[in-house]
């Protein structure tokens, strides 16, 4: 072997090897991660589905990672403030965010966004995925989806459906119905679920399409009445209440779902912490109970998955706002 060769491939053995002792476990100790509490900020109002999600979520992940997780509110444009503060924060994995079906909508419903929804956010993994209730004071004199067409066809001024912001799955979700039945629906947008269900609960505005978790103790306490559920089939919880589908729209069918993202440049091995414990808590059987309280399923699965689906997720609903015409600005 001649001499340069010989040097050359020393080099690279040693190049080798220094790179086997920076791989993602020795990387991950060498990083001492987490040095201190970590911050989930969730882009909705507490008290909502995200944020009930979120609080349940880090309880259990907090244990795993051997640090406090906290619950940061930060309101506004429909989870459009929360996360760009996120996607301008330091990559350390110390400020996460609550990534959801809105952030993907938000795409193609706002003329600008103040960070881009895929090359500002490193995927974790998905949390869970839920569906959306039409719910109605119960002073509206309508016992079932047709008589809230009929009131609404027959009422000169329409209907009012509350949401949760504009681009939220609870706004598309009435979009799409506004879509389909050619009602004179008014949407009226709100910071978060919780203030619009409070509306909705005094009677301010009529109807909504709310998330399961946040509108189903106002439905079990009689406060609300459910019409019509917007999942493919009836939940198990809710055994009375018909589909939209069956109720003469075959075909509708919207899931809410909840993830959790880093800002981008988050290290590797920390992403891969953070999948580790979010999936343990995921598979913990009593969390699981407790989601399955709140008419939501377990999404666990890798960064990857996440990737993917948040790209299949934008190109559909950026379809769907497309055809209905909504914008936000």
């Not at 039409?134 to 809230?148: I, R």
């Not at 018909?242 to 992403?271: H, K, L, N, R, Y």
């Amino acid at each position: 072997m001649k001499p340069h060769i010989k040097r050359r491939t020393i080099c690279l053995s040693l190049l080798a090897a220094v790179n086997a002792t920076f791989s993602a476990p020795a990387f991950a100790d060498k990083l001492n991660w987490p040095t201190k509490p970590i911050k989930l900020v969730v882009g909705y109002a507490a008290g909502g589905a995200t944020d009930v999600l979120a609080r349940l979520v880090v309880t259990r992940m907090a244990t795993e990672l051997g640090q406090p997780m906290v619950v940061d509110n930060r309101t506004g444009a429909n989870s459009n403030v929360g996360a760009e503060i996120v996607a301008r924060s330091a990559a350390d994995g110390h400020t996460l965010y609550v990534f959801t079906i809105a952030n993907t909508i938000n795409a193609s419903l706002y003329n600008k966004l103040g960070y881009d929804p895929v090359k500002d956010f490193e995927p974790i993994g998905l949390i869970a995925k839920i569906p959306n209730l039409l719910v109605v004071n119960p002073a509206l004199p309508v016992q079932s989806v047709q008589e809230y067409i009929k009131y609404a066809k027959d009422a000169k001024d329409g209907i009012t459906f509350a949401s949760s912001g504009s681009g939220s799955s609870i706004h598309l979700s009435g979009e799409m119905f506004k879509m389909k039945t050619g009602l004179n629906m008014l949407h009226v947008p709100y910071r978060g679920s919780a203030p619009a269900v409070s509306d909705l609960l005094g009677g301010q505005v009529q109807s909504m399409f709310d998330n399961s978790p946040s509108a189903m103790p106002h439905v079990k306490a009689g406060k609300l009445r459910a019409l019509a559920i917007t999942s493919k089939e009836r939940s198990p919880l809710l055994p009375d209440v018909p589909t939209i589908a069956e109720s003469g729209f075959p075909g509708f069918e919207v899931q809410s779902w909840f993830g959790m993202a880093a800002p981008s440049g988050t290290p590797e091995p920390v992403i891969k912490r953070l999948n580790t414990a979010l999936n343990t808590a995921l598979n913990d059987p009593a969390f699981k109970r407790r989601l399955e309280e709140l008419v939501a399923t377990t999404s666990p699965g890798t960064p990857d998955d996440m990737r993917k689906f948040v790209a299949s997720e934008l190109k559909n609903w950026g379809e769907v706002v497309k055809a209905s015409g909504a914008k936000a600005y």
